[in-house]
């Protein structure tokens, strides 16, 4: 069965679906994007997700391209298309296609893609029972990293260069030398006193949506935490390290910089977050 996008208004085989040259996103990355996880066939957190695609558009002044409500069901009828009962559907708004200009165009529809594709049932999971390696970067981004835009590419070298080190994952540093956050994940520590830590979302990170719902696994157990910010030090003689995004979820940290964490395994905090994650989350219905 061939793969199936939707590309402003229509639903194409995904080897065709294609979007105009002087689209916004390619010409100037004018636009912003979402990605949900979909597991056991729903989709997980939409509507924290929508909110926060909300949130973008709005910063950028970029309009809506179709009612939410509309865009909730074509998600859904995307990942149905597709047949995915887990992966991802990830969805992006472009300001849209307009002659080459820095300036907004005017009159200008707001460009919709959405796609989907399968991840093998349990292939994170898997995962995190060896854990991933982390290296740390200097942060060397814009200032709106608060906004979910499609302008990544230092993102993109900051993986590389974990890629190329034998990492998973790279940890932005800003001038303090304090962790911001992960290439395209949050960063979270387990201090030695079994306190839990994460950097402040008001600023220098994006608030990303499983750290929000994570949140509400950390109250659900019980767990001491602190929002505040710590630095790449701390993170290596911390007893556990993770980080949290809708791709990975919850997945364990066994080295920074080469340096293991604690004895280099998995931790029992991030173990236990992950296995109460999907119970805590919204689950909408995919099809």
Same mark, same amino acid.
Request: with cysteine.
């Given at each position: 069965?061939?793969?199936?996008?939707?590309?402003?208004?229509?639903?194409?085989?995904?080897? %065709?679906?294609?979007?105009?040259?002087?689209?916004?996103?390619?010409?100037?990355?004018?636009?912003?994007?979402?990605?949900?996880?979909?597991? $056991?066939?729903?989709?997980?957190?939409?509507?924290?997700?929508?909110? $926060?695609?909300?949130?973008?558009?709005?910063?950028?002044?970029?309009?809506?391209?179709?009612?939410?409500?509309?865009?909730?069901?074509?998600?859904?009828?995307?990942?149905?298309?597709?047949?995915?009962?887990?992966?991802?559907?990830?969805?992006?708004?472009?300001?849209?296609?307009?002659?080459?200009?820095?300036?907004?165009?005017?009159?200008?529809?707001?460009?919709?893609?959405?796609?989907?594709?399968?991840?093998?049932?349990?292939?994170?999971?898997?995962?995190?029972?060896?854990?991933?390696?982390?290296?740390?970067?200097?942060?060397?981004?814009?200032? $709106?990293?608060?906004?979910? !835009?499609?302008?990544? /590419?230092?993102?993109? /070298?900051?993986?590389?260069?974990?890629?190329?080190?034998?990492?998973?994952?790279?940890?932005?540093?800003?001038?303090?030398?304090?962790?911001? %956050?992960?290439? *395209?994940?949050?960063?979270?520590?387990?201090?030695?006193?079994?306190?839990?830590?994460?950097?402040?979302?008001?600023?220098?990170? /994006?608030?990303?949506? !499983?750290?929000?719902?994570?949140?509400?696994?950390?109250?659900?157990?019980? /767990?001491?935490?602190?929002?505040?910010?710590?630095?790449? %030090?701390?993170?290596?003689?911390?007893? %556990?390290?993770?980080?949290? *995004?809708?791709?990975?979820?919850?997945?364990?940290?066994?080295?920074?910089?080469?340096?293991?964490?604690?004895?280099?395994?998995?931790?029992?905090?991030?173990?236990?977050?992950?296995?109460?994650?999907?119970?805590?989350?919204?689950?909408?219905?995919?099809?």
């Amino acid at each position: 069965m061939p793969r199936i996008a939707y590309v402003n208004g229509r639903y194409l085989r995904h080897a %065709e679906a294609a979007v105009h040259v002087e689209d916004r996103g390619y010409q100037f990355a004018d636009g912003v994007y979402e990605v949900c996880e979909v597991a $056991r066939g729903y989709i997980i957190d939409m509507p924290r997700h929508l909110d $926060r695609l909300a949130r973008s558009l709005k910063e950028l002044s970029i309009g809506w391209p179709v009612h939410r409500n509309v865009l909730e069901l074509i998600l859904r009828e995307v990942v149905r298309r597709n047949r995915v009962t887990d992966g991802l559907v990830y969805v992006q708004v472009t300001r849209g296609v307009a002659s080459r200009d820095f300036t907004f165009p005017e009159g200008v529809r707001p460009a919709l893609v959405v796609t989907a594709r399968k991840v093998p049932a349990g292939s994170q999971a898997k995962r995190a029972e060896t854990g991933i390696k982390v290296v740390t970067t200097p942060d060397n981004r814009w200032d $709106r990293v608060d906004i979910k !835009t499609v302008g990544l /590419l230092p993102n993109v /070298l900051a993986k590389q260069k974990a890629k190329e080190a034998g990492a998973q994952e790279a940890w932005f540093v800003d001038g303090d030398g304090m962790v911001t %956050e992960g290439g *395209s994940s949050n960063a979270w520590i387990v201090t030695r006193d079994g306190v839990l830590v994460t950097r402040p979302a008001e600023h220098g990170i /994006l608030r990303g949506v !499983t750290r929000t719902t994570l949140l509400d696994v950390v109250a659900k157990l019980g /767990l001491k935490f602190e929002e505040r910010r710590f630095t790449v %030090e701390e993170a290596k003689s911390a007893r %556990e390290a993770f980080i949290s *995004s809708a791709t990975t979820i919850v997945m364990p940290v066994i080295a920074i910089d080469g340096q293991p964490i604690a004895n280099g395994h998995p931790g029992s905090v991030a173990l236990s977050l992950r296995r109460a994650f999907f119970d805590v989350a919204e689950k909408t219905k995919a099809c």
